[in-house]
């Protein structure tokens, strides 16, 4: 295994741009006593203001608000135990002690008053710790309560217009919408009280910082920018493949499944940025208008494609670590008769000059033999002359590994040592932890920052979300009407369908081994 290591790293940085300047504001988490709250928000929000660790003081007080009372020491308690088991950063007394001190709850989210309290509430903790009206509505609700949220929010009066001299922001999670109709309803409601300028629509896989590499390694690179299309490229795989199983999400899960709980945000994100035309700027709106063409560029999958394009599955019992597991029917809270993917697979086509012909692999499963999300760019083979003679050679591949073990590797071909001449792949390796000093950011970390210092690079607008769903409408609408159309089964631990294989092989092709 050859390294990829950087002379003098820090010594030969160049700091194109610094953290932006982020203004005192209040955070209200809508939905406080949730699982996303415990696990993520407020482990992020802590190790923001860490006493000067991670990423340094930032100025802010936190409202939960959500449906059951809670008092607030048992709020508090709450959340320190949650962040000592989530944040990235060890657990400090005094640390936690000033967090707690601007951690507040707040009950009575389904109360006709509830949202008359919160602006009091909020207006309180304001005068106490003297910050201003700079407001962050993090809307960790389901979905269908979105609509609502905001529409009472206006009602109450907490809503700022644009150019105020203090800002309202809304951050909106995923799933946005269950399909292409639904998708564009909640747009046009959160529209009604906000504007696009205000909205924050998160996918916490943009905060990874080898997504964030992913425009620098192609647009600060001359190497792989003049290599990256059609005249090189013979295909991209994008695999999102995950060990665990649905656990305790079925009642999220089964209604949604796999394409659109994965494929219609993650993906088509990864994708976008992999393959999309360099941007006018890095400016937020170039950046997301790039993203956007490309999307607009990606070939619909045809009536009666998706048979030939899509591949779907379904585990079944196996192990995991060893361990035997369930299959998807007998999972707690899933109904026997559920017709719901667990796994995807995709055959695509990006219908631009850069990338005609070249076909895109997209694959997604639970309960798969490995964790691991990756982009593998594999270059065209050599020609059949000099070293490819006497026997078929690898081709060039670059691997962009996003989790668990974030980096990127480039398969190349050298001589080993030795009098005769036998040529072996190696690969040049970087892992950014081992690369680079200091704390990587966790994701929310990152995208909660940009939220409050109003940077929407990382986010997607109304306009990608409902041409991503576009793209998996189709999809749905021929599994929907199509029942020949076949719901492949698949082991737990295995790396999904024998379709799945049978899609990539069809083209001489295979998947990367994980």
Not at 464 to 490: C, K, M, R, T
């Amino acid at each position: 295994m050859a390294a990829c290591v950087a002379e003098n790293p820090v010594e030969h940085s160049y700091h194109i741009a610094q953290p932006q300047a982020v203004p005192a504001c209040t955070v209200v988490i809508f939905g406080a006593s949730g699982d996303l709250a415990r696990r993520k928000l407020v482990p992020a929000l802590y190790n923001l203001r860490a006493c000067g660790q991670g990423m340094g003081h930032h100025e802010f007080a936190i409202l939960g608000f959500a449906r059951r009372p809670i008092a607030v020491d048992t709020f508090r308690e709450q959340m320190r135990d949650a962040v000592a088991q989530y944040s990235r950063l060890e657990l400090d007394d005094k640390c936690w002690h000033e967090f707690a001190e601007r951690l507040d709850y707040l009950g009575g989210l389904d109360q006709p008053a509830g949202f008359d309290r919160l602006r009091m509430r909020l207006e309180q903790l304001e005068a106490t710790y003297g910050l201003p009206p700079n407001r962050i509505y993090y809307l960790s609700i389901p979905p269908e309560g979105i609509n609502e949220a905001v529409a009472r929010l206006e009602q109450a009066g907490l809503i700022g217009r644009p150019g105020a001299p203090h800002f309202s922001r809304v951050v909106v999670e995923k799933p946005i919408g269950h399909d292409l109709e639904s998708a564009r309803e909640t747009n046009r409601s959160i529209l009604k009280h906000f504007a696009e300028s205000q909205i924050f629509r998160i996918d916490h896989y943009l905060g990874k910082e080898t997504v964030q590499n992913l425009l620098v390694l192609r647009f600060s690179n001359t190497i792989f920018e003049r290599m990256w299309g059609a005249r090189n490229v013979d295909h991209v795989q994008i695999t999102v493949a995950e060990s665990e199983g649905v656990g305790s999400r079925s009642m999220y899960y089964d209604p949604s499944g796999a394409l659109r709980d994965m494929v219609q945000n993650h993906m088509l994100q990864l994708l976008a940025l992999i393959a999309m035309e360099p941007p006018v700027s890095l400016e937020a709106d170039a950046i997301r208008e790039s993203k956007l063409n490309l999307l607009r560029a990606l070939r619909p999958i045809a009536a009666g494609e998706a048979a030939s394009q899509v591949v779907r599955g379904r585990y079944t019992s196996g192990t995991n670590d060893g361990q035997p597991v369930r299959g998807y029917l007998e999972e707690q809270g899933i109904p026997g008769n559920s017709r719901t993917e667990t796994f995807v697979a995709i055959k695509g086509f990006i219908d631009n000059w850069r990338w005609a012909g070249v076909p895109f692999y997209l694959r997604t499963g639970k309960r798969m033999g490995a964790r691991e999300s990756l982009i593998h760019i594999q270059f065209k083979d050599l020609p059949r002359i000099l070293f490819n003679r006497a026997g078929v050679l690898p081709a060039n591949a670059l691997t962009l590994r996003i989790q668990p073990d974030e980096g990127f590797s480039f398969a190349v071909l050298a001589k080993q040592p030795g009098l005769g001449v036998t040529i072996s792949p190696v690969r040049m390796n970087l892992r950014y932890q081992s690369e680079f000093e200091g704390p990587v950011p966790d994701a929310y970390e990152r995208l909660l920052l940009d939220v409050m210092a109003g940077d929407h690079t990382l986010f997607v607008s109304a306009s990608f979300v409902e041409q991503s769903w576009a793209f998996v409408q189709s999809i749905l609408d021929q599994w929907g009407s199509d029942y020949s159309i076949p719901l492949n089964e698949y082991r737990a631990g295995s790396m999904g369908p024998e379709a799945a294989d049978r899609l990539i092989q069809a083209d001489g092709r295979q998947w990367l081994t994980l």
